[in-house]
């Protein structure tokens, strides 16, 4: 686990101040903002203060909303007023969450940082840009390092912290273990995604019902820029990419949450199902080390059956629902030095809600935050 | 297009003496078996003389079947009888379509042979042996060749040729005419197959209702062992298997019919998406050149939009509905050297009866065929 | 059959002067706009001149239509080019099939009328109107008559004739024979309405997929007023409303085509099966006996299967695909003088397209159409 | 609430000597098995002692299963071995839950009454004997009574005891309080069922995907007559059945868990929607009075917006998730004295293991069982 360079007090478990943050979530009504509602409506370290939405904007949260989660909108936060963006309404949160589509959140990200505030963010707008940390904190913890050059350079006291697209989430948990395992020649991805990826007004059911279509827009590019960004190194505070050749083919098929991919890796030299399975299993980063709220037990669970992981099964498996990455299938290919495995990962929880909330609990247990 | 060295005549569209040949249809009240029946009513070629099942046996066929295609079943047919399977009542029929499974098959279709039938048959039993073709017309007739080693190796004067795995043949019509475009260092496939390949009660919709099955048995290992056989070449009388590095995934999807692959190429040199689709779209055979009645216009048809084939609504296109390979998103990886495309083929019909009954009209066509 | 009081030459098949009546398309990209294309493409009494689309206007229309049935769009209209909605576009057409929106149809169709053009429209802006026929060509061909009313009334030499909403069609085809029987206390339907009813983007695959949704808005309301006047006889040159006690619950279920609906209807005396099958097998009306081209030679087709009418299975049954409605399960219900059934409709085709090109057909035959 | 003449003490929540009765489950490896093992798992009453399968004796429960459900076997179970059926291995358990299929459970039952066991039984095998309580905790716990006669007629100490069949459980709950706001002429269900009803295998994916099929096996009827029972009324010992004329049409959808039911009762005078509501919400029987532990707070949730229950999105909603039936759509029929509903009741937790298990929470705080 690499050193981040930024300050860092000797955090257990237990041992927080547990003062909670007030935080904001831009887009609440939205289908992913439902999901950070029902994972923050009892947090430990965050209490959920200013619902923001654009249309719904006035109404009570519990009116505005069209709940799609099982159960009921958590009662405390159904009687909360939706408030429109502004940069007032927001003055009083130490955290920001944004589920804002990524043109809405291009400019208002900046907004917020500017006024000293951390946003934390789903949104694609900031992700490249070279002093912005995308972040999976089990991966590249250490990425939290660009804040400072983010600061110094955008002369601001807030700070942009920005995780991934849905699809590179659960691939690159799986990537991070086993790129170590051997020089990687090529990785070939083949996803099979869930509708909610595309929102609830994403995917029409006309377009998927008996169907699947093999064709998700600009998500083959971000798979694969993200992957280089996130597995990259720091070097005199900057992301060194990660270099390695990468084909994605991406599909949409008739689930309602879990993308589903299929991996294979061609390494330099023979890998074993064995050694990559251990690798898998021990995989655990910061955030277990931290034992953050949201961290899973396991952030990869490895299935021995031959026909999982199933995503309408295997999605919420684990000691934290929705944030195991589960895989199976793990062996050699047909072909030389090739390994080969499906993985699934819960796309509106690990790869969108669940995602960006233990990033900000990370950066919560390291001390980045404040009231 | 090889000379298959058997006796050939001149034959030409439309030059063939008309006189049909009495087939008979094992498993004929199968999902598969419909498919026969409902492509052979009014073929120009065969007369579809016996129906045998094992269940069904007695009754009359439309009173036998569960009827799953579109209309009604051709009225000629609904009265036949359904037989019980005994050499004696095949001994009038010409030609012998198998769609048994594949344990029945084994043995049944060497009893055929033995008195001198030609069975065409979709069973995986004997698609492996040394001497016994495994053909898809448009791609390896020239394996024709083989009967006759069959037949003076095993001493009988009849004939088993069989058709391939469902997944297995959309590919390799794919890889036929790419294959020769440089040489192939990898080949990774990704399935998306229908549950119509497993049979009517092969899929529990408990089992794929909003999920996917990362697993479909056996299935992987046939693709790539049948893949090298069919795109094998003759030396000596015998196939010497093609030689690629090959790994497949293959995933069972919630629709009907249409098998969808991702397919990465990874060659010895850059081969452009122009080179591939020219290659693919003028690919044609020996079907297309006698005018076979069930051979498509183009085998291969390229959609240029990028978000096709998808299975629903490109599985039937065509001029013989379900006998082209519908291929989309043909580009080049993002990694070197890399050839990116999207297939889909009907696998119940090019992948099963189509198939087997085309491979048949080219047999006819060869003059192998007699009443 | 009633006589419609229109004058009309003694038509028969065969003896119509077959001078084809130049027509054009409102709203003809959409997903009933295709279905039109594809049945009006190769019509004997119809040529489509004049394709109209908003959004698409200026494009080809092969361009332009993001089509979606089976096959490919029809080479010779692929190559119209769409063109936006003017009185002058329109002004060298006999005829306009109006597939627009309700509120786009409100204002146009009078204006259409208004310059003498006859508007045959499945919009529900005119449908409940007094003057105006809502036509199902086998029910109440009689309420043709209504036109002249229109005219006089109106003070215009053109016409608007409505075809009813999709699941009132096929239903209203099912009561016309057996509202014959007995009197009638109580109908009541539950229906199981496929998504294509909602247009292309109409439900999002988040809300049916593993769902039902037991709501269609205003689908209720539709399908009994609508009766009402379907079912209605000619008084006065005015519809007198059939009074049948009506009780309508509609779901939306994850089927592409084909509304399912299970009827009761309480007569005032036992009412059996074999009356009520004889009814319906030989319900036949003007379409059939004129043989106009859309008609399917039985209207209904009974089942006897105990598990059937199914959508994906019978929904294209019959002489003309899509233009029957198949009923099933007719039996005595538990409770008193009650029968069951359960009937299905093709929504896009009898329900929309075909009804609409039917009814037009009908008027041809009756010489209320003219270039 | 009816005095049930069994002896009853004076139990009251948190008064119960919680020594747990030892229970075994007959037919655990399956999905309904897989519902009591997870609902049994930690139960306050209950100690899941014994786990009885046929083809899976002799191995390990978490082997033995193929686990459906979310997350994990539960571990203390996973480690329990599965016993083959016989009386000596059921001789130490108080309870048994039956969930074999109904001719297995046919004899056995009675067996194990015989030797003086309490058998709670979800198998339609018993459900219509006269002397068998047919049970829904909240609607007819009066029924136990008949226990007495059971026992004394059939000369064994144990008793069966048995739950409804799924559809007729929710459907009954509804009726419960509607019926008694006024006499009742007619009631007509239409159902849209979830395939797990059928069991694992029950439904093939080719039957159902993207269709409905309009049957089910013998469900029409047993709904019918389950519904007389349970609304009967107990004298001189015996039930004497309700007596309301009633049709039922019974659909299955592809929803995985979950039946929809329309409900149409036609009043002999007019029922308003706010009174239905007010006896729906307000209903509430022994269970809730106890406080059993998997009694919900509310049996039934009437639900406001327009478009609701919906089988995905409602089936676990309230207090304890799957045993709450939930209403929508309450409203008055456009047919004269007729009230519309549309209710929502999870077949394999209510309607099933869980109507089961309050069952016999209810014989336990009545005191009728011990170890």
């Keep these: 686990m690499a050193d981040t360079g930024l300050r860092r007090d000797d955090v257990t478990?237990?041992?927080?101040?547990?003062?909670?943050?007030?935080?904001?979530?831009?887009?609440?009504?939205?289908?992913v903002g439902q999901r950070y509602v029902s994972m923050l409506?009892?947090?430990?370290?965050?209490?959920?203060?200013?619902?923001?939405?654009?249309?719904?904007?006035?109404?009570?949260?519990?009116?505005?909303?069209?709940?799609?989660?099982?159960?009921e909108v958590p009662a405390e936060i159904a009687s909360m007023r939706v408030e429109e963006?502004?940069?007032?309404?927001?003055?009083?949160?130490?955290?920001i969450f944004s589920a804002l589509p990524s043109e809405a959140a291009s400019s208002r990200e900046v907004e917020l940082a500017r006024i000293g505030k951390i946003v934390v963010?789903?949104?694609?707008?900031?992700?490249?840009?070279?002093?912005?940390?995308?972040?999976?904190?089990e991966v590249n913890p250490q990425h939290l390092l660009l804040l400072?050059?983010?600061?110094?350079?955008?002369?601001?006291?807030?700070?942009?912290?920005?995780?991934?697209?849905?699809t590179a989430v659960g691939l690159d948990i799986v990537l991070a273990p086993l790129v170590k395992l051997a020089d990687v020649k090529l990785i070939v991805v083949n996803t099979m995604q869930a509708i909610s990826g595309a929102g609830y007004l994403g995917v029409p059911s006309m377009s998927i019902l008996e169907n699947v279509i093999p064709f998700v827009k600009d998500e083959e590019e971000k798979v694969v820029r993200e992957t280089a960004k996130i597995l990259g190194r720091i070097e005199d505070g900057k992301i060194v990419n990660a270099s390695m050749p990468m084909a994605v083919s991406c599909n949409r098929v008739s689930t309602i949450d879990g993308h589903l991919e299929s991996l294979l890796i061609e390494y330099e030299r023979e890998v074993s199902a064995d050694e990559s399975i251990d690798a898998l299993s021990n995989f655990t980063g910061e955030p277990q080390k931290y034992g953050l709220p949201t961290a899973p037990s396991r952030p990869i669970i490895v299935r021995?059956?031959?026909?999982?992981?199933?995503?309408?099964?295997?999605?919420?498996?684990?000691?934290?629902?929705?944030?195991?990455?589960?895989?199976?299938?793990?062996?050699?290919?047909?072909?030389?030095?090739?390994?080969?495995?499906?993985?699934?990962?819960?796309?509106?929880?690990?790869?969108?809600?669940?995602?960006?909330?233990?990033?900000?609990?990370?950066?919560?247990?390291?001390?980045?935050?404040?009231?």
């Design 148 to 166: 400072e050059r983010q600061r110094s350079g955008r002369k601001w006291d807030g700070g942009i912290v920005t995780t991934p697209n849905c």
């Design 85 to 95: 963006f502004s940069l007032d309404t927001l003055k009083d949160c130490g955290l």
């Design 13 to 31: 478990k237990g041992g927080f101040s547990m003062r909670k943050i007030d935080v904001a979530l831009l887009g609440a009504t939205g289908s």
């Design 304 to 371: 021995r059956e031959q026909d999982r992981p199933q995503p309408r099964i295997d999605r919420m498996q684990g000691s934290v629902p929705g944030m195991s990455v589960v895989v199976g299938r793990v062996r050699r290919g047909a072909a030389k030095k090739t390994l080969q495995l499906t993985l699934l990962s819960h796309n509106t929880i690990r790869g969108a809600a669940g995602g960006a909330i233990l990033t900000a609990e990370l950066m919560y247990a390291r001390k980045l935050l404040q009231n």
């Design 121 to 137: 963010s789903e949104a694609s707008a900031h992700r490249m840009d070279q002093d912005v940390p995308l972040l999976i904190p």
């Design 41 to 71: 409506a009892e947090h430990p370290y965050f209490r959920l203060r200013t619902l923001v939405g654009r249309s719904s904007a006035g109404k009570k949260y519990g009116e505005a909303v069209k709940w799609m989660l099982e159960g």
